[in-house]
Nanobody, 115 residues
Framework: VQLVESGGGLVQPGGSLRLSCAAS????????MSWYRQAPGKERELVAT????????NYLESNKGRFTISRDIAKKTMYLQMNTLKPEDTARYYC?????????WGQGTQVTVSS
């Protein structure tokens, strides 16, 4: 199993980023998949989840209306569109199955929101 996150970077407050998670080695379409993030000195937290049918999604309350999770089954790739970014969104972002995370964590992708 491999999970490879990409798309992070440095962005100003109010900016946008689109993260990608390329998955391989398991039946991607069968699992609820999630984005997580971990800021320095803090626990990893669940950011957003997309369920196997793709129609149902859940978001951390503070992200509702700003973040959109989606996936392309054919490409085995999940996305997180992040708009109106805030400094408190600064963290390393990871993808995995919905809790409990089933697979070994990837490297993640760093998102830094700063002016």
């Amino acid at each position: 199993v491999q999970l490879v996150e990409s798309g992070g970077g440095l962005v100003q407050p109010g900016g946008s980023l689109r993260l990608s998670c390329a998955a391989s080695g398991f039946t991607f379409s069968s699992y609820a998949m999630s984005w997580y993030r971990q800021a320095p000195g803090k626990e990893r937290e669940l950011v957003a989840t997309i369920f196997p049918n793709g129609a149902r999604t859940n978001y951390l309350e503070s992200n509702k209306g700003r973040f959109t999770i989606s996936r392309d089954i054919a490409k085995k790739t999940m996305y997180l569109q992040m708009n109106t970014l805030k400094p408190e969104d600064t963290a390393r972002y990871y993808c995995n199955t919905n809790r409990p995370a089933r697979w070994e964590w990837g490297q993640g992708t760093q998102v830094t929101v700063s002016s």
